[in-house]
Structure formats: C-alpha cells, structure tokens
C-alpha cells in the first residue's frame, strides 16, 4: 500500500511521516521523500542555484521518482538520490531502499504530479496556516541550513507563497484525509498508525507471505 502525505512547506508531514515509520515499526513501513528528487543543479553557478524556483512541479525529477515508486510495488529495490540542500545538488551517494508492504511518500507536490497522485492509494494533507509554516520555514533554513533571514524571507516571498497557492493547496481536493495542523499530534500519529496496521492485517490475512 502506498501512502501519500502532502502539505505546504513546513506544515508537519514529514513529522507525521517519521512517527509512522518509527511507530509501525521499519521492517515494515519504509519512508521515501520527495526532497531526495530534486533535480541536480550542479552544472549552474551556486548564486543562480539559490535564485532557481524549488517550489515548482518542474524542480522535481518525477519520472524518477514515479518509477522508483513502480519499483517498490513490484517488491523492487529502490537507489533513492541524497539531495544536498545547502548546495542545491545531487550527492554522489545513494540510499538503498528494499520494498516493504507499506510506503509512505511525503512532499509538498505530490498530489499536484499526476502520475504520482494515481500510485496512491491514501492521501493525506496536512493543512497547516500560513504564518506557522512560514515561522518553521524560516527556523529550519537559518538553523539546519545556514541561510539568512532575508534570504529565506525573499524565498518564501517570490516563490514559495505563490506556488503554494498555485500547486499545493488546490492539491488539498484529491486528499482522502485532511489533518488540521492543530489538533492532537500524538493522537493524529495514533490513528494514522491504526489505519496501517489494519491494512497490514488485512494484506496479511489475504496473503500470509506478508512481511
């Protein structure tokens, strides 16, 4: 089964992501996340990379990421990219990835590429207001990331806002689940990890092989 979690930048899927791999257990569930498919960018100068638009649906390698989602339903291994973000390019590692009878795939596009969007059989967003995304954005980039304040602000200003509203939030409509940023963490993480587990029992009850 796979598992979509989309939301705007720092809305909190990729937390809620993390908690259900760590909760249902990892020989279980594995984690695949959009940010590792950016495209590489390191044939441009770094002041050009920092200016490029990472919020479009065109900044994603998506036919690699649709195949690498094929790959893990067909029990398949995966090569997954490491995508450095300080550097905006591709690193020369890769994260092997073994198929497991959940996946969750999380990021800000995901519903907005079609062929994604129809590898997935739950989709969840999580709908997080403006301001708290934009205070978590601008944390983790000066924090993890080593970006400036009027950078990330300038980010945020000339394209992150505005593609989220192109992309993302008309994206929140093919969602079988939407989570309001507000509510219960642990408890939102709890049921979210119930609905695996019950589709774990059913697949398993169906076809003992498993896990």
Request: charged share 25%; proline share 5%; aromatic share 4%.
């Amino acid at each position: 089964m796979i598992i979509g979690i989309c939301g705007g930048t720092g809305s909190g899927k990729t937390t809620i992501a993390r908690a259900i791999v760590d909760t249902v257990g990892g020989e279980k569930v594995v984690l695949v996340e959009q940010d590792s498919y950016y495209r590489n960018l390191s044939d441009m100068p770094l002041d050009e990379r920092q200016q490029a638009n990472f919020d479009h649906p065109d900044a994603i390698d998506s036919d690699m990421l649709v195949n690498h989602i094929l790959r893990l339903k067909q029990g398949l291994s995966i090569e997954m990219p490491v995508y450095d973000m300080v550097t905006h390019t591709r690193s020369d590692q890769i994260e092997i990835i073994e198929p497991k009878p959940i996946v969750v795939v999380e990021g800000i596009l995901i519903f907005a590429e079609s062929r994604v969007l129809d590898l997935i059989d739950t989709r969840i967003f999580v709908d997080t207001p403006d301001d708290v995304r934009l205070m978590r954005r601008m944390r983790r980039d000066i924090i993890e990331r080593g970006r400036t304040w009027e950078g990330t602000l300038d980010q945020y200003e000339r394209t992150i806002r505005p593609m989220h509203f192109e992309f993302v939030e008309p994206s929140k409509r093919h969602a079988n689940v939407i989570i309001p940023e507000g509510s219960n963490s642990g408890i939102t993480v709890e049921l979210l990890c119930s609905l695996v587990r019950q589709k774990l029992n059913a697949e398993e009850h169906i076809n003992p092989m498993v896990g």
